[in-house]
């Protein structure tokens, strides 16, 4: 606030730094300059908002329903490929995982999700309970480091709900050839030393020193966050209490060991029984007898933000293009209105995809599909809501097609789809600017 008693010529000249913030938004939009990493300090100098004391990415932290990175607000736009270890390992592939965050940067996407487990089985990181292959390690060093370098931080997931990669079936068949009585694979949840097992991964995980920057991975600003499990489900115990216990266990568990990074839960978002007057939103019937429960899982001590998926092709029956649409509107809305007044933290939509085997499927819709996604985080950014952004399933560079699930999406092989998520990217660091130089949480339109 100014001071009345000023000369209005000095008034002019303290403005002056506002007025050449914004004439730098404007024109960095039409000439495609990224904003997201400009602003002016107290001495009205450029610098990166992202850069830390010690270089690099800043650590990301939450403010209320908002991300925020150095103080100020952070949204996002993101991707996810799963599979980046995996073909790290092989070094002769490791230029694939290079061409994948250069095509992602290219087009202005800043955060990825990807696994960091491989439970079992060939090729695996974790060979049996407490044995590492080191190869495999370094291979995930190298992901860690190589996002960094492309300005790109990741969401790492520590398990799986599903039996690919291993995930809770491993860790269950672990159990059982040590000697323990365990019938079902939800008895990952439960038994205790199979709860060991998992444990000792997140600590391996958490303290592991990075082979190529030194960086202990619990100390380093690369990544975003940590994810307890991809997509958990407890089908066994529909009311949720097993789940919601474990939850909160390995929460702390995690928090015990790394108090610094986000942390949440990876759950699909689907309603529980503790709001019966949510479980009409959910896709189907089935999804609210999981023993999944979007508001209490996020309840849970330690977890600071929640998490949803978007699939209509698969969750619904016998639909078309234009009800696909129309639930991803309802759905994100009302996990965004949730996300705010019920759990006071942002919502970020890790997942989101139209797979190309779907006899609807074309490249028009899955644009239309990606655009309606993008609407509903920029309704919501621009109250400053809780819509914390969204992340594409899944970004793939050229020449990996025998790995696609039928959701890949290769930047350089449609230009139409490149325009649409390099377009959210412009919008998004102009808000993340926009509020940085205000220094206003709301960052509502005049």
């Given at each position: ?46 610098w ?28 996002v ?70 996002a ?28 059982r ?36 920057s ?8 690369t ?36 108090p610094?990074?986000?942390l ?14 949510r ?11 999981v ?66 085997k ?5 490249v ?23 819509g ?6 899944q ?24 325009n649409?998520?390099?377009i ?23």
């Amino acid at each position: 606030m100014f001071s009345a008693s000023l000369p209005s010529q000095l008034q002019k000249l303290l403005l002056l730094p506002s007025i050449l913030a914004s004439l730098v938004t404007i024109l960095s939009a039409s000439v495609g300059v990224d904003t997201h990493y400009l602003r002016f300090n107290d001495n009205h100098q450029y610098w990166r908002h992202e850069v830390d004391e010690v270089g690099g990415l800043g650590m990301v932290g939450r403010n209320g329903n908002q991300f925020v990175v150095g103080g100020q607000p952070f949204y996002v736009n993101g991707f996810n490929t799963y599979w980046l270890m995996a073909l790290a390992v092989d070094l002769s592939m490791r230029v694939k995982v290079t061409e994948t965050f250069e095509d992602a940067e290219t087009v202005g996407l800043t955060v990825a999700r990807t696994w960091a487990f491989s439970d079992g089985g060939p090729g695996a990181l974790q060979i049996s309970p407490s044995i590492y292959d080191e190869n495999v390690f370094k291979a995930l060093d190298f992901v860690v480091s190589e996002a960094k370098k492309h300005n790109i931080r990741l969401i790492l997931s520590l398990t799986n709900n599903w039996k690919d990669y291993g995930g809770k079936a491993q860790y269950v068949k672990w159990g059982r050839a040590a000697g323990l009585n365990l019938t079902s694979d939800d008895d990952f949840f439960t038994d205790p030393t199979v709860k060991g097992y998992y444990k000792n991964h997140i600590k391996t995980i958490l303290n592991r020193i990075n082979t190529i920057s030194n960086t202990p991975y619990k100390e380093d600003p690369t990544i975003f966050a940590w994810e307890l499990m991809n997509e958990p489900r407890c089908p066994t115990d529909p009311s949720g209490n097993t789940l919601q216990s474990w939850i909160e266990e390995m929460a702390m568990y995690v928090k015990s060991i790394d108090p610094k990074h986000l942390l949440e839960v990876g759950l699909e978002g689907f309603y529980g029984h503790s709001t019966p007057n949510r479980l009409q939103l959910n896709p189907n019937a089935f999804a609210g007898e999981v023993g999944t429960d979007f508001i209490r899982n996020h309840r849970a001590p330690a977890v600071d933000f929640a998490t949803a998926h978007i699939y209509p092709d698969a969750w619904l029956s016998n639909s078309i293009p234009d009800e696909h649409l129309q639930f991803t509107n309802s759905w994100m809305k009302s996990h965004i209105d949730d996300a705010e007044n019920a759990l006071g933290m942002p919502v970020l939509f890790t997942e989101y995809g139209e797979s190309a085997k779907d006899e609807n499927f074309s490249v028009s819709f899955r644009d239309e599909f990606i655009d309606a996604v993008y609407k509903n985080i920029l309704n919501s950014t621009r109250r400053g809501g809780g819509g914390g952004g969204c992340l594409l399933w899944q970004l793939f560079p050229r020449g990996t097609d025998y790995m696609d699930d039928g959701y890949a999406v290769v930047v350089t092989e449609s230009k139409s789809t490149e325009n649409v998520l390099s377009i959210q990217s412009r919008r998004l660091r102009m808000f993340n600017s926009r509020c940085s130089w205000r220094r206003s949480w709301s960052c509502r339109r005049n």
